[in-house]
């Protein structure tokens, strides 16, 4: 993006996808650009002009079929499970991730990526989102804290992590 609107450099979960300057990296899905031609020129225009080869460049993500999931406002709002398969994270329960207490507000699929995904609300501002992501509404949680991550990033249990409930519980009632 041109100006930091964004909410990477590029490198999301410790994946490296592309550079930028920070803030000014969002991953979207095609049917939801507007491209002019004069921003496409340009933007093509400054990717072949790039020092590095083409074959040092990583890798973009490998997208989901789009029939996996149906393109209308209902879709726009996936519902959560209760808890992953083998019941070890449970909705609602606190957790930690990169050091940062948060709770369990979405268990299930996303949209940008395959697999089985855990949604945060994390106790402090240094999350990415709300809980929505590329205009799917995971869950709801204040601006910068909310993150998607998946189970093996997760840390489960000790007693620190009951804080984060009595923080998040705190600050929805604190005035604003």
């Not at 491209?35 to 496409?40: A, F, N, Q, R, T």
């Not at 789009?66 to 083998?86: C, G, P, T, W, Y």
């Not at 991550?149 to 489960?156: C, D, G, I, R, S």
């Not at 007693?159 to 009632?173: D, K, P, R």
Request: proline content about 5%; aromatic content about 6%.
């Amino acid at each position: 993006l041109t100006e930091a609107t964004g909410v990477h450099d590029g490198k999301v979960l410790g994946v490296s996808y592309f550079e930028c300057a920070p803030e000014h990296g969002v991953f979207t899905q095609v049917e939801l650009l507007q491209i002019g031609s004069e921003v496409l020129a340009g933007a093509l225009s400054d990717a072949t002009s790039d020092a590095q080869p083409s074959s040092a460049r990583t890798a973009a993500p490998t997208p989901l079929a789009s029939s996996s999931f149906e393109d209308n406002e209902e879709s726009r709002k996936l519902s959560s499970k209760e808890q992953v398969a083998d019941g070890s994270i449970l909705l609602g329960q606190p957790v930690r991730w990169s050091g940062m207490q948060g709770i369990v507000r979405y268990i299930g699929e996303v949209r940008f990526a395959a697999g089985e995904w855990i949604g945060l609300e994390l106790t402090e501002a240094t999350g990415m989102h709300d809980g929505t992501v590329m205009g799917v509404s995971y869950f709801k949680c204040a601006p910068k804290h909310g993150v998607l991550a998946p189970a093996e990033q997760l840390q489960v249990g000790g007693e620190a992590l009951a804080s984060a409930l009595a923080a998040i519980a705190s600050a929805a009632v604190a005035p604003a």
